[in-house]
Every structure is written in structure tokens, then in C-alpha cells.
T-cell receptor, first 113, second 113 residues
Framework: AQSVTQLGSHVSVSEGALVLLRCNYS??????LFWYVQYPNQGLQLLLK??????LVKGINGFEAEFKKSETSFHLTKPSAHMSDAAEYFC???????????FGTGTKLQVIP | EAQVTQNPRYLITVTGKKLTVTCSQN?????MSWYRQDPGLGLRQIYY???????DKGDVPEGYKVSRKEKRNFPLILESPSPNQTSLYFC????????????FGPGTRLTVT
């Protein structure tokens, strides 16, 4: 069965600092991996996804993530945090051949001026 | 404009009074899904549908029903709501499941007293 673990329910960074949000997955086969962002009082929107090919994936708003099979990880990074990045971030996994998507518990990012 | 709509956006009801939350998408997507979001638990999938008349249980289906009679609509039915179903509900759709991005509705905040 697939599962997702997001380490840290709350992360605080200073404006301009590196953002690192951690995601580890469990899957019996190589999965599809996603990061979604949720701004206050809104639905979720896709930041980036990994399906196949290059393991470093670039997304919107300067975010990127690297699929590391050996570490079963898909951590989200951004070199320099902006105030507008304050939101909740969700990692999600879907096993190949299956339609079910499993989300992590989310990480709230606070950006301190 | 491509979108997923949900109605109502806010609902306060009493225990045992049947209710339906509607969901509609205008992107001709095959896959639709319902999630509930609770603090500390992230998004948990309630039901999903891979096409008309094809539905399957997610992780937390107890107390909920769904139907998919038309491709664009996927209503969520609570036949006898209870206080533990107080939550924020999201409908989502995608081209198919698995590797494809999900598009989320704006959410329905349900309170059951």
C-alpha cells in the first residue's frame, strides 16, 4: 500500500532563506509524485509532479523537487523564500497502474520578514 | 474557464438530516474524487470515480455515498450526518487518475451539530 510522510507540520524560514520541505513515500512500485500548495481559504493547486524521466523537476513559483529512489524521497526546495510562499504544502503519491492518490498530512510554511 | 465548482460553500446542519454537496467540472475529465481535510490529518480520500457509473472507495468512505450518472457531476451524499463529519470537503477532477494533475474545487465547509 502506498503512503506519504511529511516531516514537520510547521516550518518557519526567513524571507530570502532556503525553503526545504521534506516528503518520503512508501510504494511497492515506482510511483507518481506530486507537490500541491494550498493558500488560505482556497483549494489545492499543483506545484510540480514527477512521472518519469529527469529526477529533478521544476515547478511554478521557483520551486523544484528531486526524486531520489534510493531514499524514497521527494523533497521540495526553493532557493529564496518570498512572503507570498506562506501556505500549506502537500506531498502526494499515486502508484503506477492504480488510480488512487494518497496525500501527506501537509506542512505549513511561515515566512518571517 | 476550466474549473471545478462545489455547492454549497458553507453548510451548517443538524445530526441526521440528509444533505448533498454538489460537484461539477467543465473539463471533460474522466476521474473525479472527494476528499475531506482535517487539521493534522491532511487530505483523506473518501470516494473516487474513474468514469460514469464507476466508483470506488477511498480511505474514509464510511457514512458517505456518491454517484456518477453524468461525466461532469459527482455529488457527495451524507444520508445521516454526524458531528464527526464536520470537516472541509474538496472535490477534484483529472484527465484520468494516476499521473495526471488534479484540479480542485474551492471547498465546502460543513458543520454538523
Amino acid at each position: 500500500a502506498q503512503s506519504v510522510t511529511q516531516l514537520g507540520s510547521h516550518v518557519s524560514v526567513s524571507e530570502g532563506a532556503l525553503v526545504l520541505l521534506r516528503c518520503n513515500y512508501s510504494s511497492s512500485v515506482p510511483p507518481y509524485l506530486f507537490w500541491y500548495v494550498q493558500y488560505p481559504n482556497q483549494g489545492l493547486q499543483l506545484l510540480l509532479k514527477y512521472t518519469t524521466g529527469a529526477t529533478l523537476v521544476k515547478g511554478i513559483n521557483g520551486f523544484e523537487a528531486e526524486f531520489k529512489k534510493s531514499e524514497t524521497s521527494f523533497h521540495l526546495t526553493k532557493p529564496s523564500a518570498h512572503m507570498s510562499d506562506a501556505a500549506e504544502y502537500f506531498c502526494a503519491v499515486s502508484e503506477r497502474g492504480y488510480q488512487k492518490v494518497t496525500f501527506g498530512t501537509g506542512t505549513k510554511l511561515q515566512v518571517i520578514p | 474557464e476550466a474549473q471545478v465548482t462545489q455547492n454549497p460553500r458553507y453548510l451548517i446542519t443538524v445530526t441526521g438530516k440528509k444533505l448533498t454537496v454538489t460537484c461539477s467540472q467543465n473539463m471533460n475529465h474522466e476521474y473525479m474524487s472527494w476528499y475531506r481535510q482535517d487539521p493534522g490529518l491532511g487530505l483523506r480520500q473518501i470516494y473516487y470515480s474513474m468514469n460514469v457509473e464507476v466508483t470506488d472507495k477511498g480511505d474514509v468512505p464510511e457514512g458517505y455515498k456518491v454517484s456518477r450518472k453524468e461525466k461532469r457531476n459527482f455529488p457527495l451524499i451524507l444520508e445521516s450526518p454526524s458531528p464527526n463529519q464536520t470537516s472541509l470537503y474538496f472535490c477534484a477532477s483529472s484527465q484520468t487518475g494516476g499521473a495526471y494533475e488534479q484540479y480542485f474545487g474551492p471547498g465546502t465547509r460543513l458543520t454538523v451539530t
